[in-house]
């Protein structure tokens, strides 16, 4: 199922899904450039990847939300390797969970500058190369609060992040199809990582949610870049503009 060298970017790198999909492809035979704002978290994977994988790899500080940052990245990652044939949009912030009105501003432009608008920038940056060389691949992490709300769980603003993302997704996979370029969207649910990590500490917290789900268990970072690998790889080559749902089926009963 999966190709092998290609050259694909990754945002977010050294959180816990971007870490599991950088794994994942570069052990696949794949060129990753990892971006993310911290360098000693990106060479921190590196070191768990293994040395042997070291020269397929990319380490970029950048900001997403910075524009000269996102140039500087697209245009190292040429540098390097030549080119870009895919992009994994998968940088992200998530707020406390915050009532909307008690919001300030800077709250929610922080969510929308970094989930939203910098999956624009980056998305952007490589287009223009996808364009010419006639082919590309995008594939953006939303959230299944892009598609639902969650009683009691007011996060309003993060949730229309993710809405955008799966409506940019659809846009460029519509607009720039023609170049051969395709844009696909996963959208996650519960996926373990340190943020809710202390809740799985309690058993019947955990227990509560796992039963919530008809597969019985949360999800894993693997769990997505399994989808990640496939959506990229050549078994894909006629799916673009869809929106993939790893979650467990959990939207299957609501």
Same mark, same amino acid.
């Given at each position: 199922?999966?190709?092998?060298?290609?050259? %694909?970017?990754?945002?977010? @790198? =050294? !959180? $816990? %899904?971007?870490?599991?999909?950088?794994?994942?492809l570069?052990?696949?035979?794949?060129? %990753?450039?990892?971006?993310g704002r911290?360098?000693?978290?990106?060479?921190?994977?590196?070191?768990?990847?293994?040395?042997?994988?070291?020269?397929?790899?990319l380490?970029i500080?950048?900001d997403?939300?910075?524009?000269a940052?996102?140039?500087? =990245?697209v245009?190292?990652?040429?540098?390097?390797f030549? *080119? %870009? +044939?895919?992009?994994?949009?998968n @940088?992200?912030?998530?707020?406390?969970?915050?009532?909307?009105?008690?919001?300030? +501003? +800077?709250?929610?432009?922080?969510?929308?500058?970094?989930?939203?608008?910098?999956?624009f920038?980056?998305?952007?940056?490589v287009?223009?190369?996808?364009?010419?060389?006639?082919? !590309?691949?995008?594939?953006?992490?939303?959230?299944l609060?892009?598609? *639902?709300?969650?009683?009691?769980?007011?996060?309003s603003?993060?949730g229309?992040?993710?809405?955008?993302?799966i409506?940019?997704?659809k846009s460029?996979a519509?607009? &720039?199809g023609?170049?051969?370029?395709? #844009?696909? #969207?996963i959208?996650?649910?519960?996926?373990?990582?340190?943020i809710i990590?202390? &809740?799985?500490?309690d058993?019947?917290?955990?227990?509560m949610?796992?039963? =919530?789900?008809?597969l *019985?268990?949360?999800?894993?970072?693997e769990d997505?870049s $399994?989808?990640?690998? &496939?959506? #990229?790889?050549n +078994? =894909?080559?006629?799916?673009? !503009?869809?929106?993939?749902?790893?979650?467990g089926?959990i939207?299957?009963?609501?």
């Amino acid at each position: 199922m999966s190709s092998k060298d290609r050259v %694909v970017i990754i945002t977010g @790198a =050294a !959180g $816990g %899904v971007g870490k599991a999909i950088t794994k994942r492809l570069v052990y696949e035979g794949n060129k %990753v450039v990892m971006v993310g704002r911290t360098i000693s978290k990106l060479s921190k994977v590196i070191a768990e990847i293994g040395s042997g994988y070291k020269k397929n790899l990319l380490p970029i500080k950048a900001d997403i939300t910075n524009e000269a940052e996102v140039l500087s =990245a697209v245009e190292q990652s040429i540098s390097a390797f030549n *080119r %870009v +044939d895919i992009l994994i949009n998968n @940088a992200g912030i998530l707020n406390d969970p915050t009532p909307f009105h008690l919001m300030a +501003d +800077d709250q929610w432009m922080s969510l929308i500058d970094t989930n939203l608008i910098g999956t624009f920038r980056m998305t952007k940056a490589v287009v223009p190369i996808m364009i010419e060389a006639g082919k !590309g691949s995008i594939v953006n992490i939303s959230s299944l609060l892009g598609m *639902r709300a969650i009683p009691n769980v007011p996060l309003s603003i993060y949730g229309v992040t993710k809405a955008g993302v799966i409506m940019f997704t659809k846009s460029i996979a519509v607009e &720039y199809g023609q170049y051969g370029i395709r #844009c696909n #969207c996963i959208v996650p649910s519960t996926i373990r990582s340190p943020i809710i990590e202390p &809740y799985l500490q309690d058993e019947q917290a955990r227990k509560m949610l796992e039963t =919530a789900f008809p597969l *019985r268990r949360i999800g894993e970072p693997e769990d997505i870049s $399994g989808a990640v690998s &496939y959506l #990229c790889s050549n +078994d =894909a080559n006629w799916i673009t !503009g869809t929106v993939l749902a790893v979650d467990g089926g959990i939207l299957a009963k609501q």
